[in-house]
């Protein structure tokens, strides 16, 4: 059983940056994936990003392509989301997720476990 506890978040003006984090524990394969997802009041969840932990293979969404970087380190089993120009329709909840098996996904019914979720929100 996989474990994910995020940090990070909170207000940023717009063309700011943030990091978020997502520390693992548990199982280790339960996590041979980590993604980051998002959901704003009334939309669905966004898959924005993720990241192969054996190659370090990622994949993004076209919205975050050029301004997120996902990254993970291997040896403290935490995962990280670097959001840079940050605008305000970046506002929402943000959440991190892990899979086992090696297949990058930004499906969220691919990912087995899931953050408590994180608040960012982008204002003036």
């Known amino acids: 059983q996989a474990q994910l506890v995020q940090s990070g978040g909170g207000l940023v003006q717009p063309g700011g940056s943030l990091r978020l984090s997502c520390a693992a524990s548990?199982?280790?394969?339960?996590?041979?994936?980590i993604g980051w997802f998002r959901q704003a009041p009334g939309k669905d969840r966004e898959g924005l990003s993720c990241i192969n932990s054996r190659d370090g293979n990622t994949l993004y969404a076209d919205s975050v392509k050029v301004r997120f970087t996902i990254s993970r380190d291997n040896a403290k089993n935490t995962g990280y989301l670097q959001m840079d120009s940050l605008k305000p329709e970046d506002t929402a909840v943000y959440y991190c997720a892990a899979k086992s098996g090696w297949g990058l996904s930004r499906q969220a019914v691919s990912y087995n476990y899931w953050g408590q979720g994180t608040r960012v929100t982008v204002s003036s």
């Open positions: 548990g199982a280790a394969l339960a996590y041979a994936v």
